[in-house]
């Protein structure tokens, strides 16, 4: 993994003490997720120069944009690194066509006309910022950032003061951005809903420190992590691609190593690659096969591990991939089901799915050449 | 319409309130910047300077100036020398002694907008690869022109009404330093002046009164302009 972004640094912010250390990949979209004042915010204001660490090493492309040991502190604006905040700060002075330029006309590819385009800012230009929608606002910043020729893009969660439907607004742009751009981007979230859908890297922010950091799927599959990934949200991530369609029915066939989901029809060409999440709250475990269910999506295979709980309901994992490539389903079950199905590690289990969840107005990867078969 | 002497005296007052008000923006600003912005050590001590013309007797300001300033003072023999400029008994002078009467309102209204001005806004300017010069041209400046004018007619209307200060540096003299509120002491001074005198009174009061409608104008149009509305 060639690293993108190196980052060690240490900051004294009042009682809180940010101790972090983080190298993201070259490409694609690393999600910091934490609580909110876990310092998630704090790191991303040191990557861009507006938050000085007290020692450290913050190096980006290779270049070195801090460093305390040879006293190099780059000011923010020679980091090239577009910042996009959770309010627009947008210059209330400035027109839409102003604020886009107000950092530079582009270049790489990208010019004032591919950013209008891309963020469907045709008609917006002219009009005074106080004008703009939440949303439109947002498109705005996303463009004045992109402008200004950045190498990387943070985002400090950019959906946050959004209402459900300017944030499912926005959500497909910033997908684009990173297939169609190609622009790495640090993405702060607590929502796990937007970083499973966007994000590829996963960092957990806890207390000042990067926790752990890898592939979404595998994070959110661990349960010595679920504390940091959201116990009420739990739920696993699937990589799936897109096998059939089923016309008689309306449904879309959707593999993994180990067998096929049905869901919903979803309008997309086959071999799309989807990334789905499925609660844990959404499977049922049966300890043999099940007949006369109205729940068609079935599949054998074991629990791999049992969480440490003590309360009503225990989280199981478990595999329901092939020997060489595991899928890994969570299912959350009482405790006396557990006990009345005798279910330990190694027990062979089948996993009823009862929903996944797919938003259809939700952006679904591309990414072809990655396919899984 | 004005007599001779009124258009002479209003003529003067103006110059007086221009020159006093274009020469201590940018130190006022500077001033503004200082108090708003930074932390240094004697921090509470410039602020209480800047503000002591408000509350200190104008004929102590007068006083002190006549003896930095005057011909035989230490600034003003130095400004003699090295400029070929003197600030005693003239118009220079009368604008000078407006101009620290008026500087702590000057500030007051520079540091308050500046102190509203949203920095993040100014940080977001820096992640878009603008330099601290271009942030408080482009920004900061422009976010706080309301600020600057308001402190700028104040500035101007406390000038052109200074009367203390002028009067024990630079003296009354007719043409020179005789500005409005001058004249008009003059002729309260002499038996049956007081016709003049109303005159003078009622051209004062509508200088000051244009003075702070144009302001209110100006900074309702500038402030829906950063506002982004109008």
Do not use: C
Not at chain 1, 196 to 225: C, F, H, N, Y
Not at chain 2, 164 to 170: D, E, N, Q, R, S
């Amino acid at each position: 993994m060639s690293a993108m972004i190196e980052l060690d640094i240490e900051k004294r912010l009042g009682e809180f003490h940010l101790a972090a250390r983080l190298a993201a990949p070259e490409s694609g979209i690393t999600a910091l997720f934490g609580r909110s004042g876990a310092g998630k915010t704090s790191i991303v204001n040191a990557l861009a120069g507006l938050l000085k660490p007290d020692r450290g090493r913050i190096a980006v492309g290779g270049e070195t944009l801090f460093d305390s040991e040879r006293g190099i502190d780059l000011p923010p604006e020679r980091r090239h690194l577009g910042y996009i905040f959770q309010e627009h700060r947008l210059f209330p002075h400035y027109s839409v066509k102003g604020n886009l330029l107000y950092g530079g006309k582009g270049g790489n590819g990208i010019s004032l006309d591919t950013v209008v385009t891309l963020l469907g800012l045709e008609h917006l230009l002219s009009r005074r910022v106080a004008e703009l929608s939440g949303g439109e606002k947002q498109r705005v910043a996303i463009g004045r950032a992109l402008l200004a020729s950045p190498r990387l893009l943070l985002m400090d969660e950019p959906l946050a003061a959004l209402d459900a439907a300017r944030k499912a607004e926005i959500l497909p742009f910033i997908a684009r951005l990173r297939d169609e751009l190609r622009l790495p981007i640090v993405y702060v979230s607590h929502a796990m809903e937007d970083v499973v859908q966007l994000a590829d890297t996963l960092a957990l922010v806890d207390d000042g420190r990067i926790a752990a950091i890898g592939p979404v799927e595998e994070l959110t599959s661990r349960i010595d992590l679920r504390p940091l990934t959201g116990r009420f949200e739990a739920g696993s991530v699937l990589r799936t691609v897109l096998r059939g369609q089923d016309a008689t029915y309306g449904l879309s066939e959707l593999a993994f190593p180990g067998g096929r989901l049905r869901v919903p029809h979803v309008d997309l060409p086959l071999g799309t690659v989807l990334r789905l999440r499925i609660h844990a709250r959404d499977v049922v475990l049966a300890n043999a096969p099940v007949s006369g269910l109205s729940i068609r999506n079935a599949f054998a295979g074991k629990v791999v591990e049992i969480s440490p709980d003590r309360g009503p309901l225990v989280d199981l994992r478990i595999d329901i991939g092939t020997p060489a490539e595991p899928v890994m389903l969570w299912a959350r079950i009482t405790r006396r089901a557990l006990h009345e199905l005798k279910l330990q590690p190694g027990s062979p289990v089948h996993a009823l799915v009862k929903t996944v969840a797919l938003n259809r107005s939700s952006p679904v990867r591309r990414e072809a050449e990655t396919e899984a078969s | 319409m004005l007599t001779p002497l009124e258009s002479e005296a209003l003529l003067l007052s103006l110059r007086v309130g221009l020159v006093s008000v274009v020469f201590s923006l940018p130190l006022g600003l500077a001033v503004a910047w200082l108090l708003a912005r930074r932390e240094f050590p004697g921090k509470i001590l410039l602020n209480g300077l800047v503000h002591l013309p408000l509350v200190l007797p104008p004929v102590v300001v007068g006083f002190t100036l006549l003896v930095l300033f005057g011909r035989n003072g230490a600034g003003g023999a130095w400004l003699y020398q090295v400029f070929g400029i003197t600030f005693a008994f003239n118009w220079k002078g009368a604008a000078l002694a407006s101009a620290v009467m008026a500087f702590p309102l000057m500030v007051r209204a520079m540091r308050l907008s500046l102190e509203n001005v949203d920095r993040r806004l100014e940080a977001a300017a820096r992640t878009l690869g603008a330099n601290h010069l271009k942030v408080f041209a482009t920004i900061t400046l422009p976010l706080m022109s309301p600020g600057i004018l308001t402190g700028a007619i104040l500035a101007f209307a406390r000038s052109v009404g200074e009367f203390g200060a002028t009067i024990t540096f630079v003296s009354n003299i007719p043409g020179e330093t005789r500005t409005l509120p001058l004249a008009l002491y003059a002729l309260t001074q002499v038996p049956g002046g007081d016709q003049a005198a109303w005159r003078l009174t009622i051209i004062s009061v509508l200088l000051a009164m244009a003075a702070l409608i144009a302001s209110e104008l100006v900074a309702r149009r500038l402030d829906r302009r950063i506002r982004g509305a109008g």
